[in-house]
């Protein structure tokens, strides 16, 4: 029924019920199909946004790889200074330098990875070639610093080795003063007047002048021994042996640990001597060595 006014006729129409029922078919085709589309038109446009945010962080993700390719290629080249500070140190602990080719830490063998291995590979060929040219820059990096950490561990114990040699080395004079006697294999003795070797170096001062130790160690013996009078023999490590004697007092004894530098007697003319002095040994592997070539005298005044 269609009623247009107060005063206008009004108009009645009838449809057939099967026309009814088509019409009400139709309405919900219709409905089912707007709705339908309603939702292809939302998953739509949520698939687009999620393209563009996935583009988008993809787009990222490269600029990262490629802010992470250079802070590769910075961290080799000081890689390359380490090697080369690497080199020189080993060369001040006196060790050999490490071979170029060894510095290339190189692997193989058929279990290697290849860029075609990650599952990246079927989706983005290149971005996967990327990603694996930084793994394996990464790789040989880590592998190259293991190489340096093993390389600065073996000098740094080469320099505690050498530090200790030089504490134990008899490198000062056990006394200030005038050298009466060189080391000789041949010297005509002053006491017997006979030619005899003079394993030592006789250093005059007077009677009571303190002497030290010319390098650290343990004192072996203290105490008086034919010939040499009241003497000290210390065992400085490394095959290295010095003995001092004719003291007129000795300030040591024996199993005392002394350092280089530390009084240990008092100059004196005990035993076969002809006047005061330190008559000074130092031995080698069991063998008297010229102790002039240990000693680093000061300069004169």
Not at 25 to 33: E, Q, T
Request: charge should be neutral; glycine fraction near 10%; charged fraction near 25%.
């Amino acid at each position: 029924m269609l009623v247009r006014g107060g005063t206008a006729r009004v108009r009645q129409y009838s449809l057939p019920k099967r026309w009814v029922r088509r019409l009400a078919i139709g309405g919900c085709v219709f409905a089912v199909l707007l709705a339908a589309a309603t939702v292809f038109f939302v998953a739509d446009s949520g698939a687009r946004a999620r393209a563009a945010l996935l583009e988008r962080e993809n787009d990222l993700l490269k600029a990262e790889m490629q802010r992470i390719e250079a802070r590769v290629g910075d961290l080799d080249r000081e890689m390359a200074t380490l090697a080369e500070r690497d080199d020189r140190v080993r060369a001040l602990a006196g060790l050999m330098s490490i071979d170029q080719e060894v510095l290339e830490v190189g692997i193989g063998g058929p279990g290697l990875e290849t860029a075609g291995d990650g599952p990246l590979w079927p989706m983005d060929p290149e971005a996967s070639e990327a990603a694996y040219a930084i793994r394996y820059d990464v790789a040989y990096l880590l592998r190259r610093a293991e190489l340096l950490n093993n390389s600065f561990t073996e000098v740094e114990a080469s320099l505690e080795d050498q530090h200790e040699l030089l504490e134990a080395t008899p490198s000062i004079p056990p006394v200030i003063g005038r050298v009466s006697s060189h080391f000789s294999f041949n010297r005509e003795n002053p006491v017997t007047g006979v030619n005899s070797p003079h394993l030592a170096i006789d250093i005059v001062a007077r009677s009571g002048t303190p002497f030290v130790a010319t390098a650290r160690g343990r004192v072996v013996f203290a105490g008086r021994k034919d010939g040499y009078g009241n003497m000290v023999e210390i065992d400085h490590d490394f095959g290295l042996r010095t003995r001092y004697g004719h003291a007129s007092k000795l300030l040591v004894r024996a199993g005392q640990r002394v350092q280089r530098g530390e009084v240990i007697g008092e100059v004196g003319s005990s035993g076969s001597s002809t006047g005061p002095h330190v008559h000074y040994e130092v031995h080698k592997d069991g063998r008297p060595v010229n102790p002039s070539n240990y000693i680093l005298w000061p300069p004169a005044r």
